[in-house]
C-alpha cells in the first residue's frame, strides 16, 4: 500500500511530502524506491551526508551509481536540491554530472546550497592517515572501516568552524584566502604529525593550491548554487518533495551502532536540520532488505559466514557501490528493524531483496537476543561488549525454488515472512528486482 493523505486541511501540505530512509547498514535498495517514487513528486531533496553513499539505480538496460546527485536528476522533469546538510565533494560531483551528459540536461533542476560544507583535499587525508594509524594500532574488528572519502572530517571541521570551508566560501576570494592561510598551518602541522605517527605520506599544503582548487571548483559550480532554504520555503508552498536519506539509520550518529558509524544524521529526524525547515514529511517509507548487509566493520549478531555467507553475496552483489568492498551478510534482525522504525516514525515498510531469498533452500529471521546468561533480550545494548555476546533466536522459513513474479505475495514463504515482519512495522510494497517495474505496492 503507498500512504495515503492524512491531511485534512488545504494548507497542510506536511502529508503530501515523503520520505524515504533506510532501516539498515545501508544498501538497502532506497535509489530503487526514490526513483520510483520520485515520478509522483515534483522536488527530490538530499539533505545529509556526502559521496560516503552510493544509490544504483536501474532505467531499462542502464545501471546508474549515483553517489551525491538526488536520484531525481534521472527524470528530466524533477527539480533536485542537495542541501545544507550534505557535505560536497566537487571533483567527484562534476564527474556525476558528466556521466549524465547523455541522459539528461541537469542545469536548472539542479540546486545546491551555499551553506553545505566542502570536502577539501586536506580532509581526505586526514581520513587515510588515520586510517593507517588505526590499523596499526587496532584490531581489524575495532577499526571503523571508513570509506577514505574524507567525510567524517568534513563532518568534524564543521562542528570545528574555524577550519571549515562551505560552498559560498567558494565565491568570496578574498575571504577564503584568509581562511585558508590559517587552515594551511594548522592542517599541515596536524597532518605531518599523523603521517609520521602512521608511517604514511604527506605533501604540504599551500594556500596558492587550494585556493585555485577553490577557484576552479567556484567557476563549474556557480551555475547550481543558491540559497536553498528560501527555494525549499518557496516549493513546499506549491509542490510535493520527496526526501532522500543517505547511508541508513543503523548508521546514524546518535541512534546507530556508535562508533561504527556515519557522521550525519541519516533519519527522518535529520531533515528539519539538513533542509533548513522544521518539516517532517507525512509519508515515510522505510526500505529494509528481507536479509542484511553491512560494509566495514561494526556489531551484527546475525551475520554469516563461509559457504553460507558466500552463496548470498554471489546472488545478491554484495559488493559496496563506492568502495567495491564485499559486503557482511546476515540473516533479517527484527529488534534492529523495530528501533528503526521507531526513531523514523515509519509509516510503511519497503521490502527488498526477496529475489535473492527465493534462491536459498531456507531462509531465517531473528525475532529476538538472549544475552550471555540466557536472559531474553527484546532491544540491542547501546555498548559494543555487550552486543558481542549476544546470541540470536531465529525463525525459520522455507522458500518454495520457484521465480518469483507479480503474485509473490500471496506465496505461501513470502506472506510467512510479511507477517512476521509486520509484528514491527505494516509492510507497503515487496520488490521481486531491481528495476522500476518490479515494486509491487500492497493493498
Not at 107 to 114: E, K, V
Not at 277 to 297: D, E, F, L, Q
Amino acid at each position: 500500500m503507498k500512504i495515503s493523505d492524512s491531511s485534512s486541511t488545504a494548507d497542510d501540505r506536511v502529508a503530501l511530502h515523503s520520505a524515504v530512509v533506510g532501516l539498515q547498514f545501508g544498501d538497502e535498495g532506497k535509489g530503487q524506491i526514490v526513483d520510483l517514487l520520485s515520478g509522483e513528486h515534483d522536488v527530490i531533496v538530499r539533505y545529509n551526508g556526502g559521496a560516503n553513499a552510493g544509490h544504483s539505480v536501474r532505467v531499462g538496460n542502464h545501471k546508474y551509481v549515483l553517489h551525491q546527485l538526488p536520484v531525481g536528476i534521472l527524470r528530466p522533469e524533477t527539480i533536485n536540491v542537495m542541501a545544507t546538510g550534505m557535505v560536497v565533494t566537487p571533483d567527484g560531483l562534476f564527474e556525476e554530472l558528466d556521466g549524465l551528459d547523455s541522459l539528461t540536461a541537469e542545469r536548472g533542476r539542479l540546486h545546491i546550497s551555499r551553506r553545505a560544507h566542502v570536502v577539501m583535499p586536506y580532509h581526505v587525508d586526514e581520513d587515510r592517515l588515520r586510517a593507517g594509524l588505526a590499523e596499526s594500532m587496532l584490531s581489524e574488528e575495532e577499526t571503523l572501516g571508513t570509506t577514505n572519502r574524507g567525510i567524517g572530517p568534513c563532518y568534524a571541521d564543521k562542528a570545528q568552524r574555524d577550519t571549515a570551508v562551505r560552498i559560498g566560501d567558494l565565491f568570496d576570494a578574498a575571504a577564503l584566502t584568509r581562511r585558508l592561510a590559517f587552515v594551511v598551518v594548522l592542517k599541515n602541522a596536524q597532518l605531518s604529525a599523523l603521517a609520521e605517527a602512521s608511517q604514511g605520506e604527506f605533501t604540504p599544503y599551500t594556500v596558492a593550491d587550494l585556493l585555485g582548487t577553490c577557484q576552479r571548483w567556484a567557476e563549474r559550480l556557480a551555475p547550481y548554487v543558491t540559497d536553498t532554504e528560501t527555494l525549499l520555503h518557496d516549493l513546499m508552498e506549491s509542490k510535493t518533495l520527496l526526501f532522500e536519506g543517505a547511508n541508513a539509520c543503523l548508521l546514524d550518529v546518535d541512534q546507530g551502532t556508535y562508533p561504527f558509524v556515519t557522521s550525519s544524521q541519516t533519519t527522518v529526524a535529520g531533515i528539519p536540520g539538513g533542509i533548513g525547515s522544521p518539516v517532517i514529511p507525512g509519508r515515510r517509507y522505510g526500505v529494509a532488505k528481507t536479509y542484511i548487509s553491512r560494509v566495514g566493520t561494526g556489531p551484527f549478531v546475525t551475520e554469516l559466514f563461509g559457504d553460507e555467507a558466500e552463496r548470498i553475496r554471489d546472488i545478491g552483489q554484495e559488493f559496496g557501490s563506492t568502495t567495491g568492498r564485499p559486503r557482511r551478510v546476515g540473516w533479517l534482525d527484527l529488534p534492529l528493524l523495530q528501533h528503526a522504525v521507531r526513531v523514523n516514525g515509519t509509516n510503511a515498510l519497503v521490502l527488498t531483496g526477496l529475489g535473492v531469498l527465493s534462491q536459498l533452500p531456507n531462509v531465517k529471521v531473528c525475532t529476538g537476543y538472549t544475552d550471555q546468561s540466557g536472559k531474553p533480550m527484546g532491544t540491542l545494548p547501546t555498548t559494543i561488549g555487550e552486543v558481542e555476546n549476544l546470541q540470536p533466536e531465529f525463525i525459520e522459513i522455507t522458500p518454495d525454488g520457484e521465480a518469483l513474479n507479480r503474485d509473490a505475495a500471496s506465496t505461501a514463504w513470502v506472506r510467512e515472512l510479511i507477517d512476521a515482519i509486520e509484528t514491527v512495522c505494516p509492510v507497503g510494497a515487496i520488490c521481486i528486482g531491481r528495476s522500476r517495474d518490479e515494486v509491487i505496492w500492497l493493498d
